[in-house]
């Protein structure tokens, strides 16, 4: 059974950082491309951050490039997203999520998905 469990969340004042983090198991990590989405009560969930299986390539939406960083740890099965000087408007409910190739997860296309950790950011 795989699994993906998100940490890190919180409440932080604008202009703060919080890292967050996914552990996974039940799957070979490194096999896959992660990815982090982010979602808000009555919208639809949005790209974040993704990143291949080697954590050789990384992708990034406009809205946090240049102040969150994607990051992965194959021996830990962990995916993790530095998020700096946050803004109220990354307030959400992060998620993680794993996709069979680099490709697949930039084409939307993820296999699994975790529960989520909440991020408030404060004005």
């Known amino acids: 059974q795989v699994r993906l469990v998100e940490s890190g969340g919180g409440l932080v004042q604008a202009g703060g950082s919080l890292r967050l983090s996914c552990v996974a198991s039940?799957?070979?990590?490194?096999?896959?491309?992660m990815a982090w989405f982010r979602q808000t009560p009555g919208k639809e969930r949005e790209f974040v951050s993704r990143i291949s299986g080697s954590g050789g390539i990384s992708g990034y939406s406009d809205a946090v490039k240049g102040r969150f960083t994607i990051s992965r740890d194959n021996a830990k099965n962990t995916v993790s997203l530095q998020m700096d000087v946050l803004k109220p408007e990354a307030t959400a409910a992060y998620y993680c999520a794993a996709g069979r190739t680099y490709q697949h997860v930039a084409a939307g296309r993820t296999d699994y998905w975790g529960q989520g950790t909440q991020v408030t950011v404060s004005s």
């Open positions: 039940g799957l070979t990590f490194r096999s896959y491309a």
